[in-house]
């Protein structure tokens, strides 16, 4: 069993960045690739980044490439997400996954969610 905490979300200025952290329990952390996945009001979930269970390859999606960075820490058991010069668009609230299938920015069965964490950018 693998819980996942998020933290680190707010508000923010357009062009302004946060880091937001995914904390896992549990002691299979390393076995899993990570994801961030972000869901805006009105829209669907959609998958922002990922990152292999060794941290060797990440993946993203054309619209935070560039500005975002996936990162995992397995001797911490935590994933982080770097967001730079952020955008009113960026909107959302941010969740990571746990999955033991992972090809690019594809999750082959989420086995784990986070709660989700809050990100506001204002203009």
């Known amino acids: 069993q693998v819980q996942l905490v998020e933290s680190g979300g707010g508000l923010v200025q357009a062009g302004g960045s946060l880091r937001l952290s995914c904390a896992a329990s549990?002691?299979?952390?390393?076995?899993?690739?990570m994801g961030w996945f972000r869901q805006a009001p009105g829209k669907e979930r959609e998958i922002v980044a990922t990152?292999?269970?060794?941290?060797?390859?990440?993946y993203y999606a054309a619209s935070v490439e560039g500005r975002f960075t996936i990162s995992r820490d397995n001797a911490k058991n935590t994933s982080f997400l770097q967001m730079n010069s952020l955008k009113p668009k960026d909107t959302a609230v941010y969740s990571c996954?746990?999955?033991?299938?992972?090809?690019?920015?594809?999750?082959?069965?989420?086995?784990?969610w986070g709660q989700g964490t809050q990100v506001t950018v204002s203009s």
């Open positions: 549990g002691r299979t952390f390393s076995s899993y690739a």
């Open positions: 990152i292999t269970s060794s941290g060797g390859n990440t």
């Open positions: 996954a746990a999955s033991r299938g992972l090809a690019g920015l594809t999750m082959y069965g989420v086995d784990y």
